[in-house]
Antibody, heavy 119, light 107 residues
Framework: EVQLVESGGGLVKPGGSLRLSCAAS????????MSWVRQAPGKGLEWVGR??????????DYAAPVKGRFTISRDDSKNTLYLQMNSLKTEDTAVYYC??????????WGQGTLVTVSS | SYVLTQPPSVSVAPGKTARITCGGN??????VHWYQQKPGQAPVLVIY???DRPSGIPERFSGSNSGNTATLTISRVEAGDEADYYC??????????FGGGTKLTVL
């Protein structure tokens, strides 16, 4: 059974940093493309970014609102996905979901972790 | 950037058919995926590549895509289908786009 468990959310001040983790199990993590999707309170879904598997180059893509501030990385030895968030803004407040990428869709989702950016 | 437009809400009586649309410029040339999200839960993929169903998704859920509109159809609607539904495409510019979401209310 595929399991994705996010952690690391919390309250952070504007301009601060936070690192989210996503522990994966139930599938071959090293072969998987992974993504982060967020959802602001009461709002819709917003893609954050994606990382390819190392065998496919391990490259990353980001949505325009987070490009240059957020970094996605992976540790295949730990079956863990990361999201490093710097220069956080109030508009980054959201539940952050870790997902597997099935070509062009998101087939498995974690339960999410809440990030609140507030002074 | 590419825009997907969904109606904010759709209401349907139990046992009837619900149709949720997703509009986009020439969306018929793209692959459209649909997610169901119940309150307090993570989204669940219900349709991928326009009309394919993941294992475990009831046959009552179907999808179509042509021209400027993709449609998620839920037949014989049940109370448990009440949720928010989102369409999604992966644009050629390597950007992922979600529709704004549609709240399905079962009367």
């Amino acid at each position: 059974e595929v399991q994705l468990v996010e952690s690391g959310g919390g309250l952070v001040k504007p301009g601060g940093s936070l690192r989210l983790s996503c522990a994966a199990s139930g599938f071959t993590f090293s072969n998987a493309w992974m993504s982060w999707v967020r959802q602001a309170p009461g709002k819709g879904l917003e893609w954050v970014g994606r990382i390819k598997s190392k065998t496919d180059g391990g490259t990353t893509d980001y949505a325009a609102p987070v490009k240059g501030r957020f970094t996605i990385s992976r540790d295949d030895s730990k079956n863990t996905l990361y999201l490093q968030m710097n220069s956080l803004k109030t508009e980054d407040t959201a539940v952050y979901y870790c997902t597997t990428v099935g070509a062009t869709f998101f087939d498995y989702w974690g339960q999410g972790t809440l990030v609140t950016v507030s002074s | 950037s590419y825009v997907l437009t969904q109606p904010p809400s759709v209401s349907v009586a139990p046992g009837k058919t619900a149709r949720i649309t997703c509009g986009g410029n020439n969306i018929g040339s793209k692959s459209v995926h649909w997610y169901q999200q119940k309150p307090g839960q993570a989204p669940v993929l219900v349709i991928y590549y326009d009309s394919d169903r993941p294992s475990g998704i009831p046959e009552r859920f179907s999808g179509s895509n042509s021209g400027n509109t993709a449609t998620l159809t839920i037949s014989r609607v049940e109370a448990g289908d009440e949720a928010d539904y989102y369409c999604q495409v992966w644009d050629s510019s390597s950007e992922v786009v979600f529709g704004g979401g549609t709240k399905l209310t079962v009367l």
